[in-house]
């Protein structure tokens, strides 16, 4: 099994949809990604060799966004930026409630709220 910036691609699955498994690549990126290397649109992850894989990895990197743990890691880092500043949205985070002004009265009712541990004394 093949493993492209830290995740690994399934073999049976069709490449360019394998592609969009990394965070941070879409199905469109993929397609660009795939056409680049010399993939078919038929392509599948047991059809990437080792070579071809660091030709997929490096046109991936390529790239002048972050991908893969290095997003997750820019996007948690803004998250508690905003939950440190005590700004509006970073106490919607901190809650667990929806932050860009979506209906509460409804809707996100099935979002998991943090449990507070209540100690009996």
Known sequence: ??????TPIPEEKVLVQSLSHIYGIGLYQSKILCKKAGFGSDSRGKDVSFPKGKILENLAEGTSLPLGADLRRFQNDKIRRL???STYRGSRH???LPV????THTN???RPIPKLNVSSS
Not at 1 to 6: S, T
Not at 100 to 103: C, F, K, Y
């Open 1 to 6: 099994m093949p493993y492209i910036i830290g």
């Open 83 to 85: 939950c440190a500043l």
């Open 94 to 96: 901190r809650k667990g």
């Open 100 to 103: 860009r002004g979506q209906r």
């Open 108 to 110: 996100s009712k099935k």
